[in-house]
């Protein structure tokens, strides 16, 4: 008896083969070098063939004949919607949803193989290790081009994800090593090692990481996969974090699985030791390429990871995946310009800054920010509020809100329901929802700030430019003076002098150091100029 709920197949075969011989030949007349067509042509052809009722053994000898041309395009389609601006332009968001259609026809396939397994077909039930770790490895990738992304797992991931869990579990092959070079990885995984990333992937908050972070965690997750473990008790001594599984819901993990029909727990006790022991070696002067954690980070930034991905699952089990609802507004203006002039800033007026910003904008964005100083507001929205605590901030930004697309570390400008002033943030967690609107969450920057004109004198021309820069004076504890200017700036600039907001005297500041980079601005500290 059939155990997966899979579509039925049928007699009449709609693909443009049948097998693997005839699978080889049709790609070999595809366009491979068009990435695009490829993938809508593997798609529709895989959804045809997923259709078609042949035996498990052809099904599955003929989806690895496929299997190497899926990942090529994968990979090539990936470059159109990795860490843009959200919301995606409707060409990124295209190239996402086709790219994510490619694996899950493809997990699919490998799905019907996987029912035949646990209904002991004779032809395809020793392949059962193999299988079951293709299916996870399919939806692995749908999942890594969401989290490339920045965009939600589409509903039901999770239920597939523990069911074909369930179905391991079943057929005892959670422990098997298979070969798979296709993922660029570890020569071998377990299906085991393959669930427990997953998993591991999504508490490690992937929509908070920028492109290298969630490149290295990938990398040290791969090492350290097949250290879990998946108990159907917890384990409850002292080195021990087991985070609790509810194997019959649409969710990651269960906080509380009081109601929950197949509980299990994944021990993740192993890899916080092994996060623990590289920190120990790094603090003893070791370099992270030594250790095998990678060359893109500095050792600083590796230690910050390190202890941000242990103290994510440790916090894992404690987490809760219910959706909040917003309990307020607030009106937000978004980008270092909007910033500018809530805050009463004026002067950029007339100024090449205009042109200048418009054509990055361009660029970077899709779009042209059109700047008004005579209405500072034009550029507000209104975004929900879900929550607030210590200094962080949790939106809803609406769909269809705007035309700004939004990039992580971007800065923001908040009004909160109930407060006169403009508080400033930087996004700090990015996330588009299958509705369309953003998840957004702010840290918010404890200083006030006031507006100032960044004056450049550009190298090597020496043509003048106006710029929006915020200003954070000195505090009574001796902390410095600093302020926010367009990212890049400093790097073009000639020399830089600042004016106070509609002022024509200087303000008697230079930039000294560069204190933070966010996504679209840097924030300097300031000396006194000589």
Excluded at 269 to 291: H, M, T, Y
Excluded at 483 to 501: C, D, K, M
Aim: charged content about 25%.
């Amino acid at each position: 008896m059939s155990r997966l709920s899979l579509p039925a197949t049928q007699e009449l075969n709609r693909a443009a083969f049948s097998d693997a011989d005839s699978a080889t030949r049709w790609l070999a007349g595809q366009p491979q070098a068009n990435a695009s067509a490829m993938s809508a042509e593997i798609a529709r052809q895989l959804e045809a063939f997923n259709s078609f009722t042949t035996s498990p053994r052809n099904r599955f000898k003929t989806l690895e004949v496929l299997r190497k041309a899926i990942f090529a395009v994968s990979n090539e389609s990936q470059r159109r919607f990795e860490y843009r601006p959200l919301p995606l332009s409707p060409a990124e968001q295209s190239a996402l949803d086709l790219t994510r259609r490619l694996w899950r026809f493809c997990a699919l396939g490998y799905l019907h193989c996987l029912d035949a397994c646990l209904d002991h077909d004779e032809s395809i039930v020793s392949y059962a290790s193999r299988v079951a770790h293709r299916v996870l490895a399919c939806l692995r990738m749908e999942q890594l081009d969401c989290y490339l992304a920045s965009m939600a797992l589409d509903d039901g991931f999770w239920r597939t994800l523990h069911t074909v869990w369930k179905a391991v579990e079943q057929l005892g092959v959670a422990r098997e090593a298979v070969s798979d070079r296709l993922l660029g990885e570890r020569a071998e995984s377990t299906p085991r090692g393959q669930y427990g990333m997953i998993l591991m992937l999504h508490f490690a908050q992937p929509y908070t990481l920028s492109r290298g972070q969630f490149a290295a965690i990938v990398r040290w997750l791969a090492r350290w996969r097949e250290q879990v473990a998946v108990l159907s008790m917890p384990d409850d001594s002292p080195k021990s974090c087991c985070i609790p599984l509810d194997l019959s819901s649409d969710k990651p993990a269960g906080c509380h699985l009081q109601h929950a029909e197949v509980e299990r727990w994944l021990s993740v006790g192993n890899v916080l030791r092994k996060i623990r022991q590289r920190l120990d070696l790094l603090a003893d002067g070791q370099s992270p390429e030594s250790l095998k954690l990678g060359s893109g980070l500095s050792s600083e930034a590796v230690v910050t990871l390190l202890k941000a991905l242990g103290n994510n699952l440790e916090q894992a089990r404690y987490s809760s995946s219910d959706q909040a609802q917003a309990s307020a507004s607030a009106t937000v203006a978004i980008g270092l310009e909007n910033a500018f002039y809530v805050l009463g800033g004026k002067g950029l007026k007339g100024s090449s800054y205009s042109s200048l910003l418009n054509r990055e904008q361009l660029a970077v964005f899709d779009h042209v920010v059109q700047d008004s100083e005579d209405n500072r507001d034009s550029q507000a929205e209104t975004w929900g509020v879900m929550g607030e605590a210590a200094g962080e901030v949790q939106l809803l930004r609406p769909a269809g809100s705007g035309a700004i697309r939004l990039i992580l570390k971007g800065l923001l400008a908040l009004k909160r329901a109930g407060r006169e002033d403009y508080s400033l943030a930087l996004i700090s967690s990015l996330r588009s929802n299958l509705d369309g609107s953003l998840s957004v969450s702010a840290s918010l920057i404890p200083f006030e700030a006031q507006p100032l004109v960044a004056e450049l004198r550009e190298k090597p021309s020496g043509k003048l430019s106006r710029h929006p820069a915020l200003l954070f004076s000195s505090d009574e504890d001796g902390t410095p003076p600093s302020v926010i200017v367009p990212a890049g700036l400093p790097g073009r600039a000639l020399t830089v002098r600042f004016y106070a907001s509609g002022e024509q005297t200087p303000f008697g500041f230079r930039l000294a150091a560069n204190l933070e980079r966010g996504g679209d601005s840097e924030r300097w500290s300031l000396e006194r100029e000589k």
